[in-house]
């Protein structure tokens, strides 16, 4: 997930509080990890997961849901 820019990872050999003194200020104030792919990680499941389930239950009726 780092590799794609949606978290920050600390690594085994990087000083830990010296890199959390920089994340942690960085987070709080809203930035976000540089090369924001969002696209690339498909979080759409949940509706699919609800649309094939209303489907299942109640064939035939409407797989909108809204959450």
């Known amino acids: 997930m780092s590799q794609l820019g949606l978290v920050w990872m600390i690594q085994p ?3 830990l509080v010296d890199r959390l ?5 960085a987070a709080v ?3 976000r990890p540089s090369g924001k792919q969002w696209d690339t990680v498909d ?3 949940v509706h699919r997961v ?7 239950l ?3 009726a409407s797989t909108e849901v809204s959450l």
């Open 13 to 15: 050999e990087e000083d």
């Open 21 to 25: 003194v920089e994340l942690v200020p």
């Open 29 to 31: 104030a809203g930035d």
């Open 43 to 45: 979080l759409g499941g």
């Open 50 to 56: 609800a649309e094939v389930l209303e489907e299942m």
């Open 58 to 60: 109640h064939p035939g």
